[in-house]
């Protein structure tokens, strides 16, 4: 649809989700036509990145929608169309496509040359010097951002339909320059150079370029390159040359097993990557992505190098040990003790144990043994992420901060301000939950601590892999080479309780489980009825813990895709605690409106605060024309945000069971129903129940519950890090032999 933009009525910078209103002289449905717009051919678009400009004449492409407001047209792409009229031409040059022209020198020009203006631009542009106010150094300005309005006007007409986005044509024209068009004609596949495209956003595109090839070997590497980051995702490091074929010929071949392109020339272009590109690894039977397999073996190097070089100090620490239990009158069980007396006879240890198990004790005995022998000890506390810290700290009463935190690093990925040289400073570090502690982190963890510091892990073996790739905790107890504590004996509550009595039941997948009080089970035919349960309950816990959100929380094994998942439950369970209140502000982030007093869940890690931390909306104003919002995360942390930079929070009435990892709580309400079919498995199921303190509420289907304590895929992810540690470890060792 052919029309003119007329303004912007709302705009996202986060997201770059826009609504605005256009003019159009074709004909519109009944139902717009029928809208008061206050003009003849108006309606209003929504889509990403729209242009906005008024008097832009612009060609829309998309479908009518009926919206809160009406009729919408949802946009799925658009391309800007260079204008015919003088006011068209005017809009054009004064929009901010063209950088250098104002409103004031677009007037000038065009009323020079009226609709020749285009012409002049491409064949006589020195004429624009007879303007006043143009001289030679504003021509060449003038001419660079027309020459760079046309690569991006093409580029908006070639990519637009594959639903890249404004911003990412301006990314591709940064990257490339004015050649971008010419580029992605003849080598679509350079477009994998630019983070955020991958293979998937790039074939498409490549498929309608003239020169397209099913097995050119650039897209071929684009294929193997994006297998293995989905591996990534998946958690495995590496993958078997049999498994990048398949991976790879399926992908290439729109799932086929073979077609255009032949295992030939798959096995060609990644023996290019390994050899000539060094894109990826190949070792041990496993393929890597050098970033990967660098971290995995960097890891196991650090870590062999502190175990064989580490200090021990183990004189004094038993009678220690004992007049610190008669003092705050605690006795440690046998194994307890031996995890405390490890800590300090060996140079890196482990302690792993199920919930109310005694890891908590341990490490305020071993803090208070350091504390004793050494009166100026520097101990370091930390964990993976902010509430995991945050729990570590108020259990033992002394600081603790995030790993990123305490390495320097900033951001997901981490590149920020990260200084490889600088080293921490602590005799002692204890690392609590260390099974969500990813390959990429625990490398650059370990590459950071010194020689002759003393390393304690902390962690529950049995809970959920870490999010990124790998399995360090697990492959860490099993390599052999560490010295490991399993504590087993349950101090929580009087006895065994029986939310302990149900996770050690799940972990030896056994399918009696025990419900009383405490643990609780309320039966749904499917999402929609274990939706409307969950709310009762939550409105029912939530009056007896005095209306207490922090002593209720709801958990999924989902974000969406159903009901019961995150993004669903968030804002209803929302409006049962804190409910709309007319007169009061709001501020919108896409599909999620938040309100002051609402409880929500950072997601990225930032300067002051980490990924995983929770905090308290309290106050919306606006300010210099922008919507601000102020979150209260507790300890004198204040943050805040504008309503373009609101994307790295969300709502945290409900979150997904992998979030909550490394947080308690004392009444646990969580959905089990078929539909989670890919999650039900036996460590997510016993992960969330072990986040309760009092009481677990499950809604669902017993089916479900049996489904998942059966299937135990734990152990499934492709990493060698174990095999790494013993092998460095053995080689040292027969080294030493031969010198000695």
């Avoid at 301000?417 to 370990?446: H, Q, T, Y």
């Avoid at 938040?594 to 909306?617: C, F, P, T």
């Avoid at 373009?644 to 997904?656: E, F, Q, R, S």
């Avoid at 992960?687 to 304590?709: E, H, N, P, Y």
Wanted: glycine residues 8%; aromatic residues 8%; proline residues 4%.
């Amino acid at each position: 649809m052919k029309c003119k933009a007329v303004r912007c009525i709302y705009y996202n910078a986060g997201n770059g989700y826009t609504v605005a209103s256009y003019v159009t002289e074709e004909t519109l449905p009944k139902e717009v036509s029928s809208q008061k717009n206050g003009r003849y051919g108006m309606f209003m678009a929504i889509g990403n990145e729209l242009p906005t400009e008024d008097g832009l004449e612009v060609e829309l492409n998309g479908t009518w929608k009926d919206g809160k407001f009406g009729m919408q047209y949802k946009v799925s792409s658009f391309q800007i169309v260079l204008p015919t009229s003088t006011e068209g031409i005017k809009a054009y040059l004064a929009s901010d496509i063209i950088k250098g022209i104002g409103p004031v020198l677009a007037e000038r020009i065009v009323d020079r040359y009226q609709e020749n203006t285009f012409e002049v631009l491409e064949k006589n542009p020195e004429k624009l010097l007879e303007i006043k106010g143009i001289t030679r150094k504003k021509l060449s300005e003038i001419l660079e951002g027309y020459r760079g309005s046309e690569t991006l006007r093409q580029l908006m007409v070639t990519l637009s339909p594959f639903g890249v986005t404004p911003r990412k044509v301006a990314q591709i024209q940064e990257h490339f320059g004015n050649a971008a068009p010419l580029i992605i004609q003849n080598t679509p596949f350079r477009l994998c150079e630019i983070p955020g495209f991958g293979f998937l956003t790039v074939d498409p595109i490549a498929v309608k370029a003239k020169n397209f090839k099913p097995d050119e070997p650039m897209r071929i590497k684009a294929a193997i390159l994006h297998i293995m980051s989905e591996a990534e995702g998946e958690g495995h490091l590496y993958l078997t040359c049999e498994e990048i074929l398949k991976r790879t010929a399926l992908l290439l071949n729109h799932k086929k097993e073979t077609g255009l392109v032949p295992e030939r020339a798959i096995r060609d272009a990644g023996n290019e990557m390994i050899r000539k590109d060094g894109t990826l690894v190949c070792s041990d039977g496993g393929f890597y992505l050098k970033n990967s397999f660098c971290a995995e073996l960097g890891a196991a190097a650090s870590l062999v190098k502190l175990i064989l070089r580490g200090g021990t100090q183990s004189y004094q620490v038993d009678s220690i040990i004992s007049s610190i239990q008669k003092k705050e009158k605690i006795l440690l069980n046998a194994r307890q003790k031996e995890g405390i007396l490890k800590a300090f006879q060996y140079p890196v240890t482990i302690i792993t144990g199920g919930p109310g198990r005694g890891k908590t004790t341990d490490i305020s005995f071993i803090i208070e043994v350091e504390k004793i022998l050494h009166k100026n000890a520097e101990i370091l506390l930390c964990a993976p992420t902010g509430r995991a810290r945050r729990r570590m700290s108020d259990c033992t009463a002394c600081p603790a901060l995030t790993i990123h935190k305490a390495i320097g690093l900033k951001g997901e990925a981490g590149e920020e301000e990260w200084d490889e040289e600088s080293m921490l400073e602590a005799s002692l570090i204890i690392v609590d939950e260390c099974s969500m502690i990813d390959m990429p982190l625990m490398d650059k963890f370990l590459s950071r601590v010194p020689i002759g510091t003393r390393l304690v892990f902390l962690g529950d073996k049995d809970q959920l892999e870490s999010v990124g790739p790998g399995n360090v905790f697990k492959e860490m107890i099993e390599s052999g080479v560490i010295p490991v504590t399993i504590l087993t004996e349950s101090f929580r509550q009087e006895g065994k309780s029986t939310i302990i009595q149900n996770a050690d039941k799940i972990n030896e997948r056994k399918t009696n489980l025990v419900f009383d009080d405490t643990f609780q089970f309320y039966p749904a035919k499917d999402d929609e009825e274990a939706a409307e349960i969950i709310q009762k309950l939550y409105r029912e816990e939530l009056q007896k813990n005095e209306n207490r959100v922090e002593g209720v929380q709801v958990l999924s094994p989902l974000r969406k895709d159903t009901k019961v998942g995150a993004d669903a439950l968030n804002p209803v369970l929302r409006d049962i605690v804190n409910p709309k209140r007319y007169g009061y502000p709001e501020i919108k982030n896409g599909s999620t409106t938040y309100r002051e007093r609402d409880l929500v869940m950072q997601l990225k890690n930032e300067e002051d605060v980490a990924n995983g931390d929770v905090g308290e909306v309290l106050n919306i104003y606006k300010a210099d024309g922008k919507s601000r919002m102020r979150v209260d995360f507790g300890d004198g942390k204040i943050m805040e945000y504008t309503e373009g930079d609101i994307w790295p929070l969300n709502l945290a009435y409900c979150i997904t069971v992998h979030k909550a990892q490394g947080s308690e709580y004392p009444v646990v309400i969580l959905p089990m129903l078929t539909c989670f079919y890919r999650m039900l498995r036996k460590n997510l199921f016993y992960t969330a129940i072990t986040r309760s303190k009092r009481k677990v509420i499950l809604v669902g289907s017993k089916k479900a519950m049996a489904i998942a304590i059966r299937n135990d895929t734990v152990s499934k992810r492709n990493t060698k890090f174990g095999y790494r540690i013993r092998k460095i470890y053995e080689a040292y060792l027969e080294q030493q032999k031969k010198s000695a």
